[in-house]
């Protein structure tokens, strides 16, 4: 079972950039696909870009473009570099992986985009 643990996150304003950081202490993150997900106040969990083993990427629409999602297998650290950050990007926002553990969330990071 993996145990994350995410950081990163902040107050930002819009437009602006945050790069988030998930560390794993499992000992099978090298050949797991990794994600991050969100969740809003109000909404579901909502999956926004997932990376696979060998680094092959992908990303929900609302996100294309802005976020990059990266992997260090040496580090056993996801990141997730988010740009031109929208007021509609405040959630916390969680790593797992693809598809998700259910007994792997972390506790997750706060973003909050407001001028």
């Known amino acids: 079972q993996v145990q994350l643990v995410e950081s990163g996150g902040g107050l930002v304003q819009p437009g602006g950039s945050l790069r988030l950081s998930c560390a794993d202490s499992g000992s099978s993150f090298s050949v797991n696909a990794m994600g991050w997900y969100r969740q809003a106040p109000g909404k579901q969990r909502e999956f926004i870009a997932g990376?696979?083993?060998?680094?092959?990427?992908n990303y929900a629409d609302s996100v294309k473009g802005r976020f990059t999602i990266s992997r260090d297998n040496a580090k056993n650290t996801v990141y997730l570099q988010m740009n031109s950050l929208k007021p509609e990007d405040t959630a916390v926002y969680y790593c797992n992986t693809v598809p998700w553990a259910v007994g792997s969330w972390g506790q997750g990071t706060q973003v909050t985009v407001s001028s």
């Open positions: 990376i696979s083993s060998g680094g092959n990427t």
